[in-house]
């Protein structure tokens, strides 16, 4: 008989779509209903037996005749929303599997959109629980089994249902991935499974469980074979003081763990060296005991000295032998994902190693250039880092569950609980600061005008020539050079004036007197002749890419002048 570990399965999904009730469901246990800070932020995995799988889900796991071979289910609860930040393993995420979590009332909102995209980025199969059924109008529990339940609804429910789920198909497929309800899917190897559910009724949880158990079993058994005579292997999920001192809540996700072990955990300096001086395991009611040995996979909490500067998703392995072989190991696993450069970028800050890893990763999707990328609190050193960049789109620090310790305004500092906020908030900013950048350099070019002398407004005739026009289209700036719609240079523009005040602009229909210090009116200019900006090719190229701070008057402008300049070179702009 082949020697199976139980699969990991990750529960995510949005705040208050309800992964810990469902989870109180399969444990049979009330966690979210008790007291404040209750055990769900303590104890973020269940090690779930064989024996309450078939509890749950039993009779239907007889029905399909599916033989049950897999010990349990490790099942991790991400709390908050700070999905992942702590789930990592060297090469992919610590979960073989995953339940994505939707209130079926509201649909994918921001949190599942960014538990998808990381479940994606590490390739992680995953099922969705469309919860809340009870909430649609009508809806009644009439049978244990889900679908003669959902046959027994009336016939306006069961349309109310099937469009939810149909809304649910419809952004999976925007996002990458064809899904289908569980009892309508053929293929589950190209079908993302949807089962609907409600923690509050009981509804679906039997069938949630089965195909979980059913899609482990039967995809990921080579995924699962382990040797338990190999040294354990495993990440850090918690770090905590207790009664006992300072508790590493771990996952062990291969071979074995044993009490008086040498470990190695990964440090952001250096490998931390300490030996187990305790395990303990628990069950799915969180009751624990004290265990000499353990096999993977499995979530323990463990006492070890000389361990509070350990920080959460850190690797952890056995190293009873080759100390130097397993430390230089675990050291480049966090080297991996810590980045520092010479090159330019932008600097990123996250509380875990998990959380750094999945920022970093959708960062570099979506192109950004990453300087440097560790783990703790923004510290005065990141802010001069970021301070000494050429590029101000990189003067910019993202943090992941971080706090500044310092503030300043040469630096942004952007700092949010979830990834995809972060990142929609920088990719915000960065709009914003391009657009200032943008609007500074229109303050450096020639603008397109065109003006016309007005008869009976000749105030000056040369050193330097005053004459009165009005503003036909585009705008006015001093220094503006002027020329005639033929291209023949006239002056620049010395001053302007309007109703007897100085002025730096003009716009359409403005009627304003110009000083032209290089013209003499009867010689190069007379009454009613159009002048309009000369403006060279850089210029004109630069106000091409910025057209859409310019208005219409000036798009067409700016025709009408590179008209007059191709006559001379057909090239010119282009």
């Keep these: 008989m082949k020697n199976l570990r139980s699969p990991i399965c990750v529960v995510v999904g949005h705040i208050d779509h309800g992964k810990s009730s469902i989870l109180d469901r399969i444990r049979n246990t009330n966690i979210i209903a008790s007291e404040a800070g209750g055990i769900t932020q303590a ?23 599916i033989n049950l071979t897999i010990p349990g289910i490790l099942f991790l609860d991400t709390p908050g929303h700070a999905a992942f930040n702590n789930l990592r393993r060297r090469g992919g995420n610590l979960a073989d599997i995953a339940i994505l979590v939707i ?88 079908n993302v499974a949807i089962v609907p559910v409600s923690a509050k009724t009981n509804d679906g949880i039997s069938e949630l469980l089965m195909v979980v158990s059913g899609l482990a079993q039967k995809y990921l058994e080579n995924n699962l074979l382990i040797n338990k005579e190999s040294g354990g292997r495993g990440t850090i999920l918690e770090v905590k003081e207790e009664k006992a001192g300072t508790v590493i809540y771990s996952v062990i996700y291969d071979g074995t763990l044993k009490k008086n072990d040498q470990i190695v955990i990964g440090g952001v300096d250096k490998p931390i060296i300490t030996k187990v001086r305790a395990i303990f395991s628990a069950d799915e009611k969180f009751k624990f005991k004290k265990e000499k040995e353990v096999s993977a996979a499995i979530g323990i909490k463990l006492l070890a000295s000389n361990v509070k500067d350990v920080i959460s998703g850190m690797p952890l392995v056995v190293a009873n032998k080759d100390l130097d072989k397993h430390k230089e190991e675990v050291q480049k696993e966090v080297e991996e994902v810590l980045i520092h450069t010479d090159r330019e970028g932008i600097i990123v800050k996250a509380d875990t190693l998990g959380g750094l890893e999945a920022l970093t990763n959708l960062l570099k999707q979506s192109g950004l250039q990453i300087k440097k990328a560790s783990i ?99 705008l006015v700036k001093n220094n503006t050079p002027l020329i005639k719609v033929t291209g023949e240079k006239i002056s620049e523009v010395k001053s302007m004036q309007l109703e007897g005040k100085n002025i730096d602009k ?25 002048l309009i900006s000369d403006m060279n090719e850089e210029d004109f190229i630069k106000l091409k890419k910025l057209k859409k701070y310019l208005n219409r008057d000036e798009i067409e402008l700016l025709k009408e002048i590179a008209n007059i300049k191709r006559k001379k070179d057909p090239l010119w702009g282009i």
């Design 506 to 530: 003009a716009e359409k229909n403005k009627e304003i007197a110009l000083s032209l210090p290089s013209a003499v009116v009867g010689r190069h200019i007379r009454e009613r002749d159009i």
């Design 43 to 65: 104890i973020s995995f269940t090690n779930l037996g064989s024996k309450r799988i078939k509890e749950v889900s039993g009779r239907l796991l007889e029905a399909l005749k």
């Design 103 to 190: 209130d079926i009332t509201k649909g994918i909102e921001e949190q599942s959109v960014e538990s998808i995209n990381i479940l994606k980025q590490y390739k992680t199969p995953f099922i969705i629980a469309a919860n809340k059924i009870d909430l649609l109008s009508g809806w009644q529990k009439k049978d244990d089994f889900l679908i003669k339940d959902i046959n027994l609804q009336s016939e306006r429910v069961k349309q109310e249902l099937d469009n939810k789920i149909y809304e649910l198909v419809g952004k999976l497929s925007g996002l990458g991935f064809n899904s289908e309800r569980f009892d309508r899917v053929d293929d589950y190897t190209k």
């Design 376 to 474: 703790g609190n923004i510290s005065k050193k990141d802010i001069a880092d970021a301070m000494a960049e050429n590029e101000e789109l990189n003067k910019a620090i993202l943090g992941f569950n971080v706090k500044a310790i310092d503030e300043t305004n040469e630096v942004k500092i952007i700092t949010n609980e979830v990834i995809y906020k972060l990142i929609e908030d920088y990719e915000n900013w960065k709009k914003q600061k391009l657009e200032e950048q943008e609007k500074k350099e229109l303050e450096n070019v020639i603008r397109p005008c065109k003006v016309q002398i007005l008869p009976g407004c000749v105030f000056r005739q040369s050193n330097p020539a005053v004459v009165g026009v009005i503003v036909l289209g585009g």
